[in-house]
């Protein structure tokens, strides 16, 4: 049997964003079922491929199912790719997953041909979705974690549990992976550069958390093994990897475990290797600091979000700007620099009434923000549009007041998505211009930024001059 994992094309579609690395979904789904599955044949089409190399591929290998991961940023496309893929395909079956199917798999089946979507954790769910189709298992309904069409009719199996036990998993398909084709990070200390997973889930649920997959049933936080973790770091470091993002909700979700996997990988003493890594603004110890630093955690990335406390209780942040200056004090005397998260115009509900961000409350984070920078304990800055990705509560509340933007297609942290009463979206675009300027300027006094990753930052320079 021959089965494709696939990413959309994105070369032919004027991209904003450099790919930056491989699904790592994808690599973690083709590691598993080939561990399990011995007598089928596995492909992934990645994401730097043309449309028409896409299709060519698929013809090549002439696959028995079809599987195309994807976000709520690019549903549109997606809908738009799968209805030209089952064209092309009349009688291949094709299975989504990924973010926005788990989110919202009842639009997935409508707005396109799909087959299936696979919702939340993919691993077994795939798996067992693979041996129906080899027809070692005699029905759809018996396998959870799914959403398809019968006769018309949309079915829903059982919530998928999770894995347990995620040192089960084996290491990802590394592999298959040329690095060469992919840009890396936005903001870089060395290249080649790669993320790597190191637990999933997490603790909190913030209102704009728009990742389902991990909140389906309990525990919500699986960590890895810190020894597992440092053998992924030596195999990635001898495929000529010199930078590591750290990809975990937050590192130090747990401290004691996050000072363990420091310890392991200083055990390899890999001095030409970097790192950088997510950071809750709180619980960071002098312990962790310095564990970090000793392994060249160069830099953090942390979601300070506003510079309200008015908001940050109402997004259930559970943070205080102290908290945040305290962090960012501590990293600095580590000499570990920080990336500041934030957003605009942040929305909420209080009492049942519709709360959200006044454009003085976010001139007062942009505020913040700044002041942070010129004091060198933030670095740089994100400042994006606080978006109702579906699957988040702040998706359920725009919706049920009615300020989701009217026929819009792909949610965008970068655009307005919603409308806010008594707030022109004039406004809101000036202030998201000036908070743009400010990044862009630090990012460049920062000297680390990717310049492979040059659309990204032509398309910034391009808003801030036509926005004005």
Not at 2 to 27: H, M, R, W
Not at 369 to 392: D, E
Request: with cysteine; net charge positive.
């Amino acid at each position: 049997m021959k089965v494709i994992f696939a990413d959309i094309p994105s070369t032919e579609i004027k991209e904003t964003q450099a790919i930056q690395s491989p699904n790592l979904g994808i690599l973690y789904l083709i590691a598993y079922i080939r561990e399990k599955l011995k007598d089928i044949e596995l492909y992934y089409i990645e994401p730097f491929l043309t449309v028409k190399q896409h299709i060519d591929k698929i013809r090549e290998i002439n696959p028995d199912l079809y599987g195309l991961s994807f976000s709520s940023l690019v549903r549109e496309r997606a809908y738009n790719f799968i209805n030209y893929l089952r064209k092309k395909f009349p009688n291949l079956p094709i299975i989504c997953g990924g973010a926005h199917p788990s989110a919202d798999p009842d639009e997935v089946l409508i707005r396109s041909k799909a087959d299936i979507c696979v919702i939340g954790e993919g691993e077994q769910t795939t798996l067992e979705l693979i041996k129906y189709f080899m027809g070692d298992i005699e029905d759809l309904n018996q396998i959870n974690g799914l959403a398809f069409k019968n006769n018309g009719e949309l079915i829903k199996t059982n919530p998928r549990k999770p894995i347990k036990d995620i040192n089960t998993i084996p290491m990802l398909a590394w592999d298959i992976i040329d690095f060469k084709n992919y840009y890396g990070f936005t903001i870089k200390k060395k290249s080649p550069n790669t993320y790597m997973i190191v637990s999933r889930g997490c603790p909190y649920h913030c209102t704009f958390c728009s990742d389902p997959v991990w909140k389906a049933s309990k525990p919500w936080v699986r960590l890895r093994d810190p020894k597992k973790i440092a053998e992924e770091v030596l195999y990635l470091y001898n495929r000529g990897i010199r930078e590591i993002y750290i990809r975990s909700s937050e590192f130090n979700v747990n401290t004691k475990w996050a000072i363990n996997i420091c310890e392991e990988i200083k055990k390899l003493d890999l001095k030409d290797l970097y790192f950088q890594c997510n950071l809750r603004a709180n619980n960071v110890t002098e312990d962790l600091a310095k564990a970090m630093q000793d392994i060249n955690m160069w830099m953090v990335h942390i979601g300070m979000e506003s510079g309200n406390p008015r908001t940050l209780k109402g997004i259930r942040k559970h943070i205080t700007i102290k908290t945040i200056l305290d962090t960012c004090k501590l990293l600095k005397k580590y000499k570990i620099k920080v990336y500041g998260f934030f957003q605009m115009f942040n929305i909420w509900e209080e009492n049942n009434k519709l709360q959200f961000e006044t454009p003085k409350e976010v001139e007062r984070t942009l505020a913040f923000a700044r002041s942070l920078l010129i004091k060198g304990l933030v670095n740089n800055i994100s400042w994006v549009y606080s978006t109702p990705f579906p699957g988040s509560d702040l998706y359920t509340i725009a919706k049920k007041y009615g300020i989701i933007k009217p026929n819009i297609k792909d949610f965008d942290p970068y655009s307005v998505s919603v409308i806010l009463p008594g707030i022109p979206e004039k406004k809101m675009i000036n202030i998201r211009r000036k908070g743009m300027i400010l990044q862009g300027i630090y990012g460049l006094l920062s000297g680390k930024l990717n310049w492979k990753n040059w659309r990204h930052y032509l398309s910034k320079v391009k808003y801030i001059i036509k926005s004005k």
